[in-house]
């Protein structure tokens, strides 16, 4: 059967993949070498130095291009580094326009590395896709989008993005990390560029850091070839191996998510010491009607901010939980808790990160796929 005809649950299995032609294994082996043997000097078979190119990164970057029905997938060591190839696509002078509440690891890279090398960057609230257009110049060359954006767990409309950006002739990347391909697949709404952490979903068990781009066009995906082999930041083939074994259990995982998500925000959204729950699948949420139309669930991020507004009673709450890991990073087995304002967007100025809503008092949930009476209660004990 034409692969392309394959549904999503199928593609996350076999999408991109063949059993191994040397011995036939079913798994990708894990090809642990810097070096491979030349024939005779500049000649070989595909593979000559492990920054290039891998057998274990290529399976998965073939894994990643399937599942996001793009033609072309590259896999980086981090999910910074591959929006770090990206902005090396652009040149001093040149203007782009990224989501106001955007990851802050992005904003830190974009203001304190980018900036200095000539490039300018504008912060619009997306939301409404109008405010993007009047941010437009001749020098603009990127619309850079996150949604569901982190924290705020915000939609923004792909599709009316994307006919913006082709009317002025712009590239269009999307930060996919949050939805992951299971919820949401940009490059079918119109996007030219979808980055993943694949440290987060797609890996799904907390124990590998990766970063992934997938596009569909030939000359942008043999630019980003030539950044990914010129500048070095590859992934190992270990790291690539963790990343295509959690590719294939996505679709069960993401269910799990999505069903523990949804009673978690609701029973929030009930809980007298609750204040505000940031989720896109209460019919009041801002553009829940854009989410229902992009994405097939509405995942497993949700942040809340405790009654009372305050940044001790965030942190009380925080300390007192015991299945949920305080930590970094989201989107693993386990269910993580994360305080925006001092892990993730720590970088971002007080006065910036107030103003998109990361006050202090925020507290961000990933909510993992144990048994959800549990998480439950454990958010009840320390709600208490």
């Known amino acids: 059967m ?9 593609k996350v299995i076999h999408g991109g993949q063949a059993p191994d032609k040397a011995y036939g294994a ?3 082996p894990i090809y642990q070498t810097s070096t491979y043997a030349q024939s005779s000097p500049g000649e070989h078979s595909r593979y000559a ?19 996001e029905n793009g033609m072309f997938g590259l896999a980086f060591a981090s999910g910074l580094a591959a929006i770090d190839a990206v902005l090396k696509l652009f040149n001093p002078g040149d203007e782009i326009i990224a ?22 960057f504008h912060f619009v609230n997306m939301q409404n896709v109008k405010h993007i257009e009047t941010q437009i110049t001749p020098k603009t060359k990127l619309i850079w989008v996150e949604t569901p954006t982190n924290p705020m767990m915000n939609i923004i409309d792909l599709e009316a993005v994307s006919i913006l950006s ?58 980003l070839y030539f950044i990914q082999n010129a500048s070095g930041a590859v992934c190992g083939p270990m790291d690539s191996f963790l990343v295509l074994r ?39 949420h801002p553009n829940h009607d854009i989410a229902k139309k992009q994405m097939k669930g509405f995942g497993g991020m949700i942040s809340f901010i405790p009654k009372g507004s305050r940044y001790t009673d965030a942190k009380k709450i925080i300390e007192n939980l015991n299945v949920f890991t305080l930590a970094e990073s989201l989107g693993g087995v386990e269910s993580l808790v994360g305080h925006p304002a001092s892990m993730t967007h720590g970088s971002i100025p007080k006065e910036d990160r107030e103003k998109v809503g990361v006050v202090d008092a925020l507290i961000r949930l990933s909510v993992g796929i144990e048994d959800v009476s549990d998480l439950i209660a454990d958010l009840e004990q320390a709600l208490a």
Request: aromatic content about 10%; proline content about 3%; glycine content about 6%.
């Open 49 to 67: 130095y492990s920054r290039s190119a891998n057998p274990t990164r290529t399976a998965l970057e073939k894994s990643l291009a399937s599942i």
């Open 166 to 223: 082709k009317k002025h002739q712009l590239l269009f990347a999307v930060d996919n990390t949050f939805a992951s391909p299971y919820l949401q697949q940009p490059l079918d709404l119109g996007a030219d560029l979808v980055m993943h952490s694949a440290t987060k979903y797609l890996g799904g068990h907390s124990d590998v850091v990766l970063g992934a781009l997938i596009v569909n066009e030939k000359t942008l995906a043999d630019k």
């Open 246 to 284: 959690g590719i294939k259990t996505l679709h069960v995982r993401m269910q799990r998510h999505c069903e523990n998500g949804a009673t978690i925000a609701h029973y929030l959204a009930k809980h007298p010491k609750v204040e505000k729950v940031y989720w896109p699948g209460f019919v009041d």
């Open 26 to 28: 079913v798994m990708t």
């Open 99 to 120: 989501t106001e509440d955007l990851y802050g690891g992005s904003y830190r890279l974009f203001k304190r590395i980018f900036e200095n090398y000539g490039l300018v």
């Open 2 to 10: 034409e692969e392309n005809k394959l549904k999503f649950n199928t």
